[in-house]
């Protein structure tokens, strides 16, 4: 599953919910409704967790 989180923990938007084989993948997404600020995108694949920190400027 891949989700992205607000600054302060809030759900703000699932990418991918899907299960995938190991692999390269690319997924568009629109933030055009997203105010500018710091968000943090959470890869989960089974139990791992990836998490980066993403930043929107205006």
Do not use: W
Not at 4 to 19: E, H, P, Q, W
Not at 34 to 43: E, I, K, S, V, W
């Amino acid at each position: 599953m891949l989700t992205v989180f607000d600054a302060t923990g809030k759900l703000v938007k699932t990418i991918a919910r899907n299960y995938h084989d190991s692999g390269e993948f690319n997924y568009p997404v629109d933030i055009s409704s997203l105010t500018a600020g710091t968000y943090l995108c959470r890869l989960q694949a089974d139990d791992l967790f990836l998490t980066t920190k993403l930043l929107k400027i205006k």
